[in-house]
């Protein structure tokens, strides 16, 4: 999907799904998609936790599609390995 100007979005089959919003103003939209069902952490804002997303999540329906919106100038990523819930290891930091 493209306006024709700065925001686009696009899939690569049921493996993810990317917005590209490059303009001043916030875009919202339903996006159709090839994902299975299912809640999904945008990759782009956090990562899959325990017991959710340490960013937003996205929920996908079984027709595979999601409403979202985009912030100015901000991305939006969505990959199956990256379902709410799925890390079940923290991440550490090393000083």
Request: hydrophobic share 35%.
């Amino acid at each position: 999907w493209t306006n024709g100007n700065n925001q686009i979005a696009f899939g690569r089959g049921a493996k993810g799904y990317v917005v590209i919003n490059r303009e001043g103003a916030a875009l919202s939209r339903t996006f159709q998609t090839s994902l299975p069902a299912g809640t999904y952490c945008d990759v782009a804002q956090g990562l899959p936790t325990s017991t959710g997303c340490s960013g937003r999540s996205i929920t996908v329906n079984a027709s595979g599609q999601f409403t979202a919106t985009v912030n100015a100038n901000t991305p939006l990523a969505l990959h199956v390995n990256a379902k709410a819930g799925a890390s079940t290891t923290t991440p550490t930091t090393q000083t």
